[in-house]
């Protein structure tokens, strides 16, 4: 009897441990399921398993794809990053606001598989805790939403009728808070000697070349004294 009292001790106490352990990881097809944000800092969502990091609805995420006119762009600019969104909460999960075409939502993990190795980097508003209030980034994504499905812009005019990627955030941040990151220049401005970017010009813009037009690059953007670095993948 007290051998078969200490089997039955022995079962009770190892269920127990087995459903506390389901209690605490979760139960997943009989596989553990990891929890990411184990962490005391608050997570604005939940978003792909993929990526480990705090993000926060109106965090910028920087690419730095050469495919496409990216090379050219890189080079124009004297930076490495070519694309540019901003991230958002939707439904319980991270999307990213973009201007490819055409101006579309894309899931976070999306947006960065589409680069070969993953690499990003994504930067915060230094004062996001004060100024990105639930009402501005409603009004932000309000404003993103205007944009949705419109063409994007191979001549970079500053216009709405057709979009960028940096024109997009920058339009975004700009309506809902009235700050500007980065800084507006004139085509002129831009290193156009590069064989890669007078070929580009010449196609975009024949010998009609606007080098007054005001433009915002990624890379200005990534500059911005009003942002700072919260993770970067590469």
């Known amino acids: 009897m007290k ?24 139960f997943n097809g009989g596989n ?11 997570i604005v969502s939940t978003f792909s398993k993929s990526v480990n990091a705090p993000f926060q609805s109106g965090d ?9 006119q990216g090379q050219a762009i890189q080079l124009a600019t004297h930076s490495k990053y070519s694309h540019v ?13 973009e201007a490819v075409q055409p101006v579309k939502i894309t899931p976070l993990h999306d947006f960065i598989h589409r680069d070969k190795n993953g690499a990003y980097v994504v930067k915060r508003l230094k004062n996001a805790k004060e100024v990105l209030t639930p009402e501005v980034l409603q009004k932000m994504k ?9 063409n994007y812009d191979l001549y970079f005019e500053w216009s709405d009728e057709r979009i960028y990627c940096s024109e997009l955030v920058w ?31 010449r196609e975009r813009y024949g010998q009609n070349i606007p080098l007054d ?3 915002i690059s990624p890379g200005a953007m990534f500059d911005s004294e009003e942002l700072y670095t919260v993770k970067v993948q590469l």
């Open 60 to 68: 910028l995420i920087f690419q730095s794809s050469t495919a496409g």
């Open 85 to 97: 969104g901003i991230l958002f909460e939707r439904e319980g999960q991270l999307v990213v606001y």
């Open 32 to 42: 553990k399921v990891e929890n990411p944000f184990a962490s005391e800092t608050p």
């Open 213 to 215: 037009e005001w433009m």
């Open 142 to 150: 309000a404003i993103g939403k205007r944009f949705l499905g419109k």
């Open 171 to 201: 339009k975004m941040y700009k309506e809902a808070t009235g700050l500007e990151i980065g800084k507006l220049q004139p085509l002129s401005d831009f290193d156009l000697t590069h064989p890669a970017v007078k070929e580009k010009i």
């Open 3 to 26: 051998r078969a009292s200490k089997i039955i001790t022995r079962v009770i106490l190892s269920c127990c441990i087995l459903a506390m352990g389901m209690l605490l990881f979760g």
